[in-house]
Structures are given as structure tokens and as C-alpha cells.
């Protein structure tokens, strides 16, 4: 559904609310523009000497009425419109984590998760304003000015209203230009703000970097110049601010001038009596603040459907990975095929992956070997269906990848990811983050297999230790190992381990595993690895290089073969050996 259609849908919803929002606002117009009457009615009668004191206290009873009224009623709309802003606010902020959730990985690689938080913050205000506030202030302002204006012209005096009022329009374009230009310096300050937060984000989460580079004073500089350059858009923008409110002021007193000579003269020829011209000049100034907000509603309404089309960019975005025509699989065996499988990031890429064939049998284990970039963790992408491949045939137990539901294909994988990214939350729900119950038996039991049991039993709370910002830091073996654990509750069909074991030493690989043999015994496995250690076990290693298969077969073989493996395998007991030595 596009943005304009969730608020239209929204509004229509919320009828009720609105209407009597706006019928609050109508009656406090309506109170405002009865005090005038009453102030030039006690005037008239002081004047002509019919007023005693007891009309005098029912004057300042009837005064008194109005204000409790105009306060009630302002207060309910206030509460009946800033609270449906609210509630406009939580369902559209809603409505987009929802859908950016579905987007592809793809979509993740190429926008930047800045913009798309200031999108999830800023624009949403902007929109829950302009569809809250800004509508009602644009009822509010517009139905002041016109009434005022016909009383003025209907119970006063024509003349005098045309002549005194003739300055007000011009009050109106000064808020209408200025406020242009306000919305332009204001949006260069929420820009040079995100700036700073930015520096000063990415300095302190990189600290440590900065340290043992000793960059703390270009870094600080760097701050420096970003916060000067806040400063300077903060006072360009007060400079606007403060010229326009003045400007308004002195243009409003040049009505007020005009109606105090030519009104007076009026009172003086009999033409409008005292009571009137009183009313007359507080008229006036109800139309004042009307004239001048009218510029900063506009551009509230304006900022606001701004935000609602770049709303609308993200929540029309279509999730490229999705299921579409699905067959009925509920669950599935671990059978994985690649038949001639190619793969590319984008369409002007070089392939990542060529010709891959891969026939990988329920419960086996496969392992795959390769340099750095070679594309083994693009392989397992296409597994997890992350990314769709370009070219060929995927299949898991002889379905293509495509028309196997989504949540039927991810609940059967248990995926560590190579660089294990844990949620600042405790150790038990890190583990348990893939599956809806986990009894502690189940979290202890992942977290032994996984060889991390221990360690955890060694931090201050145990499983309830809160790791991340806020927390202890693990070192990135113990992180890789809770990684483990959190694939493994999931109980999977299909194990994919990539490079999870590189940074443990290699008698806790070992036992690593010792531990998933056992477990993964009917179940499919596939294992990247640098080190030959974690994988020679294997019933399938193949060698990708430059996205291509150009070994493959068990340790023994590959080793025959004299080849990449070999020399790899060579290279490796050379180091094992200088280690030891
Ligand atoms: N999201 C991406 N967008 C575009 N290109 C990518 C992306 N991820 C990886 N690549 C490119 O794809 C190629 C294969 O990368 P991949 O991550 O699969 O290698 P790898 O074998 O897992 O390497 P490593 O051993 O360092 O983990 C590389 O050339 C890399 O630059
Ligand atoms: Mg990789």
C-alpha cells in the first residue's frame, strides 16, 4: 500500500476524531470572536452611563465563562488531535519496520542504514504533523481569519476594516517568503546535525582505532569543523527567525495605526461608537497571530507530504527475494543441488560464481575451501536464498530454491554467519533468538556441543550476562561459539558453519567438532574453512577459486592430486611445525 493511502485510510478511520477535533477548534474560534463583543458592550454601556455594579460583576461572570469554555475546548482538541497524531505516528512507524524487514539483503547493500533510520524518525514526524497539527491549525487560521474579517466588515464598519486591514496581507507574504527559507536553513541545521552525530558516532565506536593510530586530534578536529558548521546553520537560521517576527510586529502596528487615526476621527463624527471601535481594535489583534503562523502551517503541510513521498519511496520498494507461488513444504530432507549455478551481485558485475555442480546427499557433510574472495560465502548466500542466483538450477530435495517457502527454507538452516554478530541482549536470548521456546536444557545443552558452556558459567551472570555495548565484551571466539549455539537450538536440517571455527584454537575445533558429528549425523552440513583441520573429515571438499570449482573430491584424493589442496595442505603443516618449533 502506498504512503498516501495508509493516512488517507488512516484519516478516514479516525473520522470521528478529526471531525470533532475540528469542531472543538470552530467553537474556540467562535469563543474568541465573542469577547471583542462583550469587551465593546461594557465600553458602550461605561460610556453612556447605563452600566451598575451588578452588570459589572455579570460582565466579569460572562468573561470569566467564555475563558473556561475557550480553555476546555482547546484543551479537548488539543488531547483529541495530538493524541490521533500519535496513534498516525506508532501505525506508520510500524508499517515501515515492517516492510523494511522484508527487503532483501540486496536492498540493505545499497542504501544506507543512516538514511533510512532519519526516514523512520524524522520523516514520520514530519508526516504525523502535518496530519495532525497542520490540518487543524489550516482550519483553525482560515476560519478565524474569514470570520473575523465579515464581522468586522458586517458589524462595525466597511470602510474602516477595508483601510486597517490593508497592511495584514502583507504579513502573510513575509511568512509565506520567509518561511521558505526557514524550512531551507532549518533543513541545512538537521543536516549538518546528523553530520556531527555521525563523526562523533563512528569516533567512538571505532575508539579503539583511533588510539592506536593516535588520530585523537584529527579526530577531534574533524569534530571541531563538523560542530562549527553546526554552530554557523544554527545562527543563520536565528538571524531568519529573528527578523521575521519583528517585521510582522511593525506591519501589524501599521494597522493598528491606521485604525487608532482613521477609527478615532469615526468615534469623534458619531459614525462608530466608542464600544465599537474598542471591539474593533481587538478584532484587529485576533487576526494578528493567524496572519503570521500562516506561512509556518504551509510549511508544515508542505514538509509534511515531502516526507509522505519519501515514505512512500521505501514502502513501495518490492522485496526481490519473496515467496511467489510456493509449493505446499512444510519441511525438508537437506537433499541441496547446484546444476550449473552462476551468481552476480549486480548485472555489470563479473560473476562471483561460475558452473557450480554440487550434489550434496541428506546428512552429508560438505566442506568448502578456498582464498579469500574466491566466493564461499556467496555460495551459502544462495542457499539461505539471501540472494536469488543468476543462472542454472538450485534445488533442495529436487524443488527449486524459489518455490520453497521462505520460512520453511530458513527455519530448516542453522546459519552462522562469518563474522558473528550478536544482539546486546543476554547470552540465553542470543541462543535462543531463532526458535519461539527454549527450555534452559535446550540453551545449556547447544551451549556445551558448541564448547562455550563453560565460559559462560565463568562470566558474573551466567546466561543472563548481557554481552555488547552495554555488557561484557566476548572475545570473537567465544562469539563465534555462541554463534554456534544459536544455529544449533534451531534444531536444523542443514547446518551451514561459515569459517566459524577460525578463531578457536584448534583443540577446541577439535571438539567442536566431535560435538556436531554426533549431532549432525542425519542432517546436511556445509563447512567453509581456511584450515584443512576443520575440514579434512568431510565426505565432499571442494576448492573454489575465483568463484569457480576446480577441485573436488575426499582429503585423501585432493592430497593425490598434487594440486591447490595439496599445497595448501603443504603450507599448512609448515606452519604447524614452526609453531611447535
Ligand atoms: N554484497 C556484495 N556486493 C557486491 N559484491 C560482493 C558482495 N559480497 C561479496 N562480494 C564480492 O564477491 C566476491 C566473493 O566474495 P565472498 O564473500 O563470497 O568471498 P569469500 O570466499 O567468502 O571470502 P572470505 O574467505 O574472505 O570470506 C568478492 O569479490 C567480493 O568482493
Ligand atoms: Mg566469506
Known sequence: MNSKKFVLDF???????????????????????????????????????????????????????????????????R?????????????????????????????????????????????????????????????????????????????????????????????????????????????????????????VQESLSGIRVVK??????????????????????????????????PLGQMVATLSYIIAFSYGGIQVINGHISLGEFIAFNTYLGLLIWPMMSFGWIMNIVQRGSASLDRINVILTAIPDI???????????????????????????????LKDININLEP????????????????????????????????????????????????????????????FSTSIRENIAFGVEKASIKEIEEAAKTAQIYDNIMDLPDGFDTIVGERGVTLSGGQKQRVSIARALIKDPKILVLDDSLSAVDTDTEERI???????????????????????????????LDNGQIVERGRHDRLIDLKGHYYSLYQKQLLEEELDRA
Request: overall charge positive; charged content about 20%.
Open 79 to 199: 488531547i483529541y488531535i495530538i493524541g490521533t497524531e500519535k496513534k498516525l505516528e506508532y501505525e506508520l512507524r510500524k508499517k515501515l519496520f515492517d516492510h523494511m524487514l522484508t527487503l532483501s539483503s540486496k536492498y540493505y547493500n545499497t542504501h544506507k542504514t543512516g538514511d533510512l533510520m532519519a526516514h523512520a524518525t524524522n520523516d514520520i514526524n514530519a508526516v504525523r504533523m502535518a496530519a495532525g497539527m497542520g490540518v487543524l491549525l489550516l482550519v483553525d487560521t482560515v476560519f478565524l481569519t474569514i470570520s473575523v474579517i465579515i464581522i468586522m466588515l458586517a458589524t462595525i464598519d466597511i470602510r474602516l476594516t477595508l483601510i486597517a486591514l490593508s497592511p495584514l496581507p502583507l504579513i502573510a507574504i513575509f511568512s509565506m517568503v520567509f518561511g521558505k527559507f526557514i524550512h531551507k536553513r532549518f533543513t541545512q541545521v538537521q543536516e549538518a546535525f546528523s553530520g556531527l552525530t555521525e563523526r
Open 513 to 543: 567438532l566431535q560435538g556436531l558429528k554426533v549431532i549432525m549425523k542425519d542432517r546436511t552440513s556445509i563447512i567453509i574453512a581456511h584450515r584443512i583441520s576443520s575440514i579434512k573429515h568431510a565426505d565432499e571438499i571442494i576448492v
Open 11 to 77: 484519516v478516514k478511520r479516525h473520522k470521528a476524531k478529526y471531525i470533532f477535533g475540528i469542531i472543538f477548534v470552530l467553537v474556540v474560534d467562535v469563543l474568541q470572536m465573542v469577547l471583542p463583543r462583550i469587551i465593546g458592550q461594557i465600553t458602550d454601556d461605561m460610556q453612556n452611563r447605563t452600566i451598575n455594579k451588578a452588570m459589572l460583576l455579570s460582565y466579569a461572570g460572562l468573561i470569566l465563562l467564555v475563558a473556561l469554555l475557550t480553555m476546555t475546548f482547546r484543551y479537548l482538541y
Open 212 to 245: 592506536a593510530f593516535v588520530q585523537e586530534r584529527p579526530v577531534l578536529e574533524q569534530f571541531n569543523a563538523a560542530s562549527q558548521k553546526s554552530l554557523e546553520k544554527n545562527m543563520r537560521l536565528a538571524r531568519l527567525w529573528g527578523i521575521m517576527f
Open 363 to 422: 546428512g552429508r557433510t560438505l566442506a568448502i575451501i578456498g582464498e579469500t574472495g574466491s566466493g564461499k560465502t556467496s555460495l551459502v548466500n544462495l542457499i539461505l536464498r539471501l540472494y536469488d542466483i543468476s543462472g542454472g538450477k538450485l534445488k533442495i530435495d529436487g524443488s527449486p530454491i524459489d518455490r520453497i517457502p521462505l520460512s520453511t527454507l530458513r527455519t530448516s538452516i542453522g546459519y552462522v554467519p562469518q563474522d558473528s554478530f550478536l
Open 322 to 352: 519473496k515467496d511467489n507461488d510456493p509449493l505446499p513444504i512444510g519441511s525438508i530432507e537437506g537433499h541441496i543441488e547446484f546444476e550449473n549455478v552462476s551468481f552476480s551481485y549486480n548485472k555489470k558485475q563479473e560473476p562471483v
